[in-house]
Nanobody
Framework: QVQLVESGGGLVQAGGSLRLSCAASGNNFSINTMGWYRQAPGQWRHLVAAITIGKSANYADSVKGRFTISRDSAKNTVYLQMNSLKAEDTAVYYC?????????????????WGQGSQVTVSS
């Protein structure tokens, strides 16, 4: 229904920057909120940043001031600009889209996930 393809992960030194991209494709869908989650070894997956259709964004406290989420709704693409990276940012980052597809119950959204991108920040 909706496929999310991520790119941009990799290895970076502490203090450096990376930009993650996630492009959605498919047919007969409408995406509402898009966001990024991350999961570090031994940790639960949690929300890093999310952005609405109206481009209202929210961030986890741990990344505020360092990360910026943006989207190009016409291209169904969301980005995460990560600056001043810390070792604690090391994780697998997952793109998320909350969308309406033909099988979505009225008043609900369906979650779709990217494949995950490894971000490793070295000290």
């Amino acid at each position: 229904q909706v496929q999310l393809v991520e790119s941009g992960g990799g290895l970076v030194q502490a203090g450096g920057s990376l930009r993650l991209s996630c492009a959605a494709s498919g047919n007969n869908f409408s995406i509402n909120t898009m966001g990024w989650y991350r999961q570090a070894p031994g940790q639960w997956r949690h929300l890093v940043a999310a952005i609405t259709i109206g481009k209202s964004a929210n961030y986890a406290d741990s990344v505020k001031g360092r990360f910026t989420i943006s989207r190009d709704s016409a291209k169904n693409t969301v980005y995460l600009q990560m600056n001043s990276l810390k070792a604690e940012d090391t994780a697998v980052y997952y793109c998320n889209a909350k969308a309406v597809v033909p099988t979505t119950p009225p008043g609900y959204e369906t979650d779709f996930w990217g494949q995950g991108s490894q971000v490793t920040v070295s000290s």
